[in-house]
């Protein structure tokens, strides 16, 4: 099954949504999923594509700080 999203599909999030329904997650966890990394892309000013682990672990301290779950 996969979700319908008024927002353009970048070739990143096609094979983030290929992936996820190959992995049989479900609707909630799929948008789940794709919610956090577009926080992430938020927060970074740039694609996720373009992170590296250094701006994975400045991000995940961020949100320790913030009081938000790393998960």
Not at 15 to 44: E, I, V
Not at 53 to 71: A, M, N, R, W, Y
């Amino acid at each position: 099954m996969t979700i319908q999203h008024p927002t353009p599909t970048t070739p990143l999030r096609a094979r983030m949504m290929a992936d996820m329904s190959a992995r049989n997650l479900g609707p909630a966890s799929q948008t789940s999923h794709l919610r956090a990394c577009k926080r992430f892309a938020t927060w970074l000013g740039r694609s996720p594509e373009a992170a590296s682990p250094d701006d994975v672990k400045h991000f995940q301290q961020h949100l320790i700080e913030s009081g938000t779950s790393i998960c």
